[in-house]
């Protein structure tokens, strides 16, 4: 980091949140401070800035890998001749899905610092992993994960250079990827490791590979662990559905031909979750269809290569396409989910208020239409209309006492009183 940064840093317009980061530093480096744990005040008066900014020692400073702000996401052209000579498991997941897509994501290298996040908490875990493995741990506090994660991106480092927000994003991944986390430090361990299974297609054998975060391999059960930082989680049903899922373990399976069970998760310790998520299903080796699913999606990657023509299929996916801006399908013929730029999402957004004003309006219209008229409204199999329910009163303790030991009958326990509710649903059988 240059002094120019280190001014920037100081002059931004977030200066009190600069400063309060620069304090931070100065007490890391000098040892006053343990953790860059977020402070709980950020806001300072100008005499307190003022007086930061003159005890900053732009030296020490220069090392830490710290922007002025979060660089944009950028795509970069790449070229691309034919079809891939191996077949990742992302990679035919997503042409399954949808050959635009796969083909797109091929083309375009996609960067900026939701990228670098995403690389930098994997590089941070890796390390801790693999010290906590040598070390023969069987997991970490938060506190533990948060310190190291600290030092390894504070060590400096040409190039490193973050920003503010991506550094504490990456500190409470971490922190919280130390919560979900199990370590086997008696298993096998394969950190990081790039896993390959090869597969006849049309009477050519194909390279099938996956790249896991953590794989552990104790008394014939494999523990697979794959880190996602999307904020997006699968239900446990939708995990269990995707392809990908019995795929991770089809590949390790060739190599660990002795395992009889496969613990298969994906880690999602994303800062916008409420708390760190971890989706797992044991699965049997065999792989049901795996190959099938396999020899179908590489002959048709290998049709659209030959014929340069991606069909486009628009469905669940697009809502998460990083590359939606690019689909050749005319904007009509997408689904409503795939929103392209910010101001598209800005847009969406005031649009969802706006209709859920409009829809709580029409309810409340329509419910006072049908209490006025004492009318039920039916269009096709739905119908508007109020019901009759019926609720019993709170028991006080002293009643359910005596109830209980058969004082009262029950009948004379409760006061049953009946209300109506307004209700839309399926046309009601008389």
């Not at 950020?42 to 890998?65: G, H, K």
């Not at 101001?343 to 829809?359: I, N, R, Y």
């Not at 309006?361 to 006072?368: E, F, I, M, N, Y």
């Not at 002293?398 to 009958?409: K, R, S």
Request: aromatic residues 6%.
């Amino acid at each position: 980091m240059t002094v120019e940064h280190a001014e920037a840093m100081i002059n931004a317009s977030y200066a009190d949140e600069r400063f309060g980061y620069a304090r931070m530093v100065l007490d890391h480096r000098t040892g006053k401070r343990k953790t860059l744990a977020a402070p709980k005040g950020w806001e300072q008066t100008n005499e307190e800035a003022a007086a930061v900014r003159e005890a900053i020692d732009l030296e020490l400073l220069r090392e830490v890998p710290i922007t002025v702000g979060p660089s944009p996401l950028r795509t970069e052209l790449e070229e691309v001749r034919g079809a891939p000579t191996r077949f990742s498991v992302s990679f035919l997941g997503s042409a399954a899905n949808c050959l635009t897509m796969a083909h797109l994501n091929r083309q375009h290298r996609v960067s900026g610092e939701r990228a670098i996040r995403g690389s930098l908490f994997h590089q941070v875990v890796r390390i801790l992993t693999i010290e906590g493995l040598q070390a023969g741990m069987t997991g970490y506090d938060e506190q533990e994960a948060e310190n190291r994660a600290v030092e390894v991106m504070m060590a400096p480092e040409e190039g490193n250079a973050i920003a503010l927000s991506t550094f504490f994003d990456v500190v409470e991944m971490v922190k919280r990827w130390a919560r979900v986390i199990e370590l086997w430090p008696d298993a096998i361990p394969h950190v990081e490791e790039l896993f390959t299974r090869t597969v006849e297609v049309g009477g050519v054998e194909e390279t099938v590979s996956g790249r896991l975060d953590l794989v552990q391999v104790r008394d014939g059960v494999v523990k697979i662990d794959d880190y996602k930082t999307s904020p997006h989680v699968p239900s446990q049903a939708e995990f269990e559905r995707r392809i990908q899922t019995p795929m991770y373990a089809w590949i390790v399976a060739d190599t660990y031909r002795s395992a009889h069970t496969f613990d298969v998760g994906e880690v999602y310790p994303s800062p916008h979750l409420d708390r760190p998520i971890r989706r797992g299903v044991e699965l049997e080796p065999g792989g049901v269809g795996i190959d099938r699913f396999i020899h179908n999606t590489i002959t048709n990657i290998r049709k659209a290569y030959a014929e340069e023509s991606f069909s486009a299929t628009p469905g669940s996916h697009c809502e998460y396409c990083q590359l939606s801006s690019l689909c050749p399908l005319p904007p009509e013929l997408r689904p409503d989910a795939a929103i392209t730029d910010q101001k598209h999402a800005e847009d969406a957004l005031a649009w969802l208020l706006a209709t859920e004003a409009q829809l709580k309006t029409v309810h409340d219209a329509l419910r006072g239409y049908v209490a006025r008229e004492e009318a039920v409204v039916t269009t096709g199999d739905i119908q508007a209309s109020f019901v009759t329910r019926s609720r019993r009163s709170p028991v006080p303790a002293v009643i359910a006492a005596a109830l209980e030991a058969g004082h009262i009958p029950a009948e004379e326990a409760y006061e049953t009183s009946d209300f109506t509710q307004f209700v839309i649903g399926k046309v009601r059988a008389e």
